[in-house]
């Protein structure tokens, strides 16, 4: 078989479709060094859910043993998520990410299907969700009333998206602030907690053997949901240099610092709280330094927490719009939104278009008063579905195309993909299992892009 030759990506050429529609403004530039990619990556993942999240994986667990194991093993799995992309991004770089990858594993259907959840479910529902974190510590700063939460959620996502329509370079070098900013606040949170912490004797177990099952299920929804992002590199690789180089370095390098930092910061919590005082508080970080400093650190941490949902936000808005950008390219009703503009080298309509439909989600939010955990709910299956996918097609590809030698392999073929896959399918199960009516609007909302799915073929045929 004919060697297939990858190019650094232009869309028009691997979308001759595209193509047809004449010659856009611009294309993605090859911009993005490694350590771009590490600030983006370690910013999307760090950020929330590390200040939230351990209480609940406290109260389903039985020792501090397994309290820190589960950190651990959610480190290990992220890391085998992450040499699966790190093949597909180095032989497949591409603006589209997933959905290219889809489109060339399971076709075209697969691939829009994937395309309208990432557009009014995936990406949209974990920016406003960030939003939501953070509007409800900058209230606790400065309070707007009833409404404030979901008014700086608003905000937040209005000012974020014009920087990102600014230009790509003020966006990473806002990315890279941010990021620095809250490593080092990690850092110091573990630092104080591990110097100055008491070391409460360790809690009796809080598990029964019959709950056990699920007990485990839920704390590791929770645990890979705090290390959830990292998969967003994938539409990184359209625009970062030495691709083939660079993408194994940034998953894996950006994987190590963040189980680093999530276990230095939970053995830091345990130090401080206990496990009984991780199952008791309701906001570990501002416990935690509240032991050790007194009530004024409570403000301190809401500061810590803002930056951090802001450099999620900021990289997600970044990441995100790359794929509206490709489905704009391939579909010529979506052709607006499929343009790059030469001088921001950003795709700008596919920006504005993400991010209306982000604040339309920040509506919904507000209206069932409890934002956040809505839009969690609202994203988990549908996401656990598409990633699994990803594992099959890369089953599929590297198949098709075993010939092939200029890119990266995942180590230990084919196990590495297979515990993805399995892992995958488990957290599909535990995120419906385990979560409310959200859960079901956002599945409902996948089977009503179906028409959509019609709708661009029929598009593709005229």
Known sequence: MKPIAIARDSVAAADPASAAQGAPQ??????????????????????????????????????????????????????????????????????????????????????????????TVIQTGAIAAVAFVFGDYAQGVLPLGPWGPALYAAGAIMVFTAINLTSSRQSRTLQLVFTILTILAVLAIAGFGLALGSAPTPAPAATDAGSASGAFGLAMVLILLTYGGWN???????????????????????????????????????????????????????????????????????????????????????????????????????????LWEERSNMPVNAILAQSAIALALVVFGASTRVGFQAMVEYTAPVFWFFLRLVGVSFFLLRQRESGRTDRFRAPLYPLTPALFCLTCAYLLYASIAYTGYGALVGVGVLLAGVPFIRLGATAKAA
């Open 232 to 338: 967003e590199v994938a539409y990184l690789s359209g625009e970062m240099k030495d691709v083939r180089r660079n993408m194994p370095r940034v998953l894996v390098i950006s994987v190590a610092v963040i189980t680093g930092l999530y276990f230095l910061i939970n053995l830091a919590y345990l130090n401080v709280l206990g496990l009984d005082g991780l199952r008791a508080s309701d906001v570990v970080a501002a416990d935690t330094l509240h032991q050790l400093f007194g009530p004024g650190a409570s403000l301190a941490v809401a500061l810590l927490v803002c930056f951090a949902a802001l450099s999620t936000m900021n990289a997600t808005i970044f990441t995100g719009a790359r794929l509206y950008y490709s489905l704009g390219r391939e579909l010529p009703l979506l052709g607006r939104i499929g």
């Open 26 to 119: 611009g294309t993605p530039k090859a911009s993005l060094s490694a350590l771009d990619g590490i600030a983006m990556l370690v910013g999307i993942v760090v950020g929330i859910g590390i200040f939230r999240t351990p209480q609940i994986v406290a109260l389903n667990v039985s020792s501090e043993w397994a309290f820190v194991g589960f950190w651990l093993i959610g480190g290990a799995v992220t890391l085998v998520g992450a040499f699966v992309y790190a093949e597909l991004g180095s032989a497949y770089p591409h603006a589209g990410g997933e959905y290219h990858y889809l489109r060339r594993a399971l076709g075209r259907h697969v691939a829009l299907l994937f395309a309208w959840a990432r557009l």
